[in-house]
C-alpha cells in the first residue's frame, strides 16, 4: 500500500520560511515523478512544484524564486522549502507522487 505522509506545515509571518517534507512509504519513489500542490479555500487545486527523477524541476509561477523543491532517494522523501511566504501562499500544502498517489495534506498559513 502506497502512502504519503506530509509533514512541517504551520503558521508563520509573511516573509519568514517554512520547510515541508514527504515521506513514503509502500513503492520506491527513485523511478517517479514527485510534486507540491497547493489548494486554498474555494480555489482549485494548483501546482506547486515538481521534480522527475532524473532531479528536472519545474515550478509554478507564482512560486518561482522563492520555493525548491528537492528529492532524497535514499530516504523515500521529497522536500519543499519556502522562503519569503506571502499571505497569499496560505493553503493546504499536498504531496503527489506519479500524479496517481496523494497525502492527507498539511496547513501553511502566513501571517501578514
Known amino acids: 500500500q502506497v502512502r504519503l505522509v506530509e509533514s512541517g506545515g504551520g503558521l508563520v509571518q509573511a516573509g519568514g520560511s517554512l520547510g515541508l517534507s514527504c515521506a513514503v512509504s509502500?513503492?520506491?519513489?527513485?523511478?517517479?515523478?514527485l510534486g507540491w500542490y497547493r489548494q486554498a479555500p474555494g480555489n482549485q487545486r494548483e501546482l506547486v512544484a515538481v521534480?522527475?527523477?532524473?532531479?528536472?524541476?519545474n515550478y509554478g509561477d507564482s512560486v518561482k524564486g522563492r520555493f525548491t523543491i528537492s528529492r532524497d532517494n535514499g530516504k523515500n522523501t521529497v522536500y519543499l522549502q519556502m522562503n519569503s511566504l506571502k499571505s497569499e501562499d496560505t493553503a493546504v500544502y499536498y504531496c503527489?507522487?506519479?500524479?496517481?498517489?496523494w497525502g492527507q495534506g498539511t496547513q501553511v498559513t502566513v501571517s501578514s
Open positions: 503527489n507522487l506519479n500524479v496517481r498517489y
Open positions: 509502500g513503492i520506491t519513489v527513485s523511478r517517479y515523478v
Open positions: 521534480i522527475s527523477s532524473s532531479g528536472t524541476t
